[in-house]
């Protein structure tokens, strides 16, 4: 999950119900080859993906490294693992983060007829103690967008990112044969306390208060309107609203006495450009970086400190839905959430958070 709609103008998103579709840019063309260091492996700590990516294009591109194989420096989701031909649970962690206060550092910048290299060791990232031994089969996840405007300040545009062609991209398939790894949780310990400032605890349990009943309002919204409702369809496909809903209540009703919402940094995440949140998928905790804490400008969003309140109570409702509702990272924006097929829009976490603000803006705003 992302929280770009809460700090850009979500009225200038939203004023005709629902945003513009985000266009593929026919002459900007991306290679993948994957390559392991060894195809049979004793020990799954020692595997390790090299990802090629290459330009094939005529023009210079900057592409988001979020959510990519380009993204070789935190634990997050770049390959999608088989085996038998069943998906392998991810147990990294998985981000929320604001578009709009990022750096040059979340881009690859990509030169034509040049390559990026970038390293992967997984082998803790993915639940291959559950798995067992066997062949497993790696592919990378190369939903890039690219930026496509010069101005940073032009957030609230539909052109801001483009989606980027794949013109090919291949699987690797690496037989482990022994030890299985779960060393991610093992780097450090759990976080038992919340926080160590009064003001920043008080601030995690009032959104998280409100992120449960804005959840709440969003299941009634979709119960009410049903599936031919423009907002949905425009996030949701032609989804069942049964599945729609059963995430939303599952925030709503989320009720752990053992899962952390936590301000300390335990992973050393919240350097990344624009991280405000993240959550680590093998236990659900949550942990929230300084922006998630910090004010917006009035024009951002709304007008008025309950409206300030309410786009850090969507953002927690929406880092739940990866704890409770299994939602993944596959695209970032609003624009890129609609453009997904049916059945990524609804394990899209942005796709939610898209669809919640909307509701809140038209609602409150």
Known sequence: MNELPLFISVKAKFGNGFALA??????VAISVDIQTTST??????????????????AETVKVLKYGTILDGQL???????????????????????????????????????????????????????????????????????FDNSADKETFSTASRYLKAQVTSVNSVDVELQGEM?????????????????????SFINSSYIEAKALASMASAYVNSTGANDTLYTSYFGAT????????????????????????????DACTTSGLVAYTVIATTDIYLCPIFFDQVPSNDLCTGQTN????????TAFKLTHAVGNTVDIAYG????????????????????????????????
């Open 334 to 365: 609003c624009d890129a959430d609609q453009e997904l097929t049916d059945q990524d829009k609804v394990l899209n976490a942005d796709n939610f958070n898209c669809f919640v603000t909307s509701i809140f803006a038209d609602t409150e705003c």
């Open 308 to 315: 300030v309140t309410a786009r850090n109570a969507i953002n």
């Open 40 to 57: 049979t492996l004793a020990s799954s700590k020692d595997l390790e993906l090299v990802a090629t990516v290459t330009n094939n294009g």
């Open 240 to 267: 069942p609203v049964t599945e729609v809903v059963t995430t939303l209540d599952a925030v709503a009703a989320e009720d752990s006495t053992n899962r952390t919402l936590s301000c300390v940094d335990t992973y």
């Open 75 to 145: 634990p997050t989701r770049s390959f999608i693992v088989t085996k038998d031909g069943n998906e392998v649970p991810f147990i990294g962690i998985k981000l929320s983060i604001a578009l709009n206060q990022i750096d040059d550092s979340a881009f690859a910048t990509l030169v034509p007829g040049k390559n990026v290299t970038v390293s992967h060791k997984v082998g803790a990232l993915y639940d291959f103690v559950g798995a067992g031994a066997g062949k497993y089969t790696f592919t990378p996840v190369t939903k890039f967008l």
């Open 181 to 201: 790894a779960r060393e991610i949780m093992a780097l450090n310990t759990r976080a038992v306390d919340i926080c160590t400032t009064e003001p920043d605890k």
């Open 22 to 27: 985000t266009p593929v840019k026919q002459d």
